[in-house]
């Protein structure tokens, strides 16, 4: 495994890169990195990810404790990531119906 692994997600907001980020960090974390650093740049969200020090027993040799904290953890981005997005669209969602109607109030 890579000790340092740097991944793009692209998306027209952040919340959207966001809820891509969401999804792929779960499995990092399962495979025993985690986040060093997130960078948003205005079109894609950038994240470092970083291997943990591997005990003598191995990551397969967490205690389920431990791995039930690593799964709570990455459930939790995940669920902020999926609030952020789903924030975002509403706002999105709201401008477009304005936007629409504003257009129609014109026409009509």
Do not use: C, H
């Amino acid at each position: 495994m890579q000790p340092v692994v740097v991944k793009a997600f692209p998306g027209a907001t952040e919340a959207l890169a966001a809820e891509r980020f969401a999804a792929d960090v779960v499995v990092a974390t399962r495979l025993g990195y985690a986040v060093a650093s997130r960078t948003w740049d205005g079109t894609s969200l950038t994240v470092v990810y970083e291997l943990r020090e591997p005990r003598a027993e191995g990551l397969s040799g967490q205690a389920p404790g431990e791995l039930a904290g690593s799964n709570a953890i990455a459930n939790r981005e995940r669920a902020e990531a999926n609030a952020k997005a789903n924030a975002q669209r509403a706002l999105t969602n709201e401008q477009a119906t304005r936007e629409r109607a504003a257009a129609n109030t014109r026409v009509g």
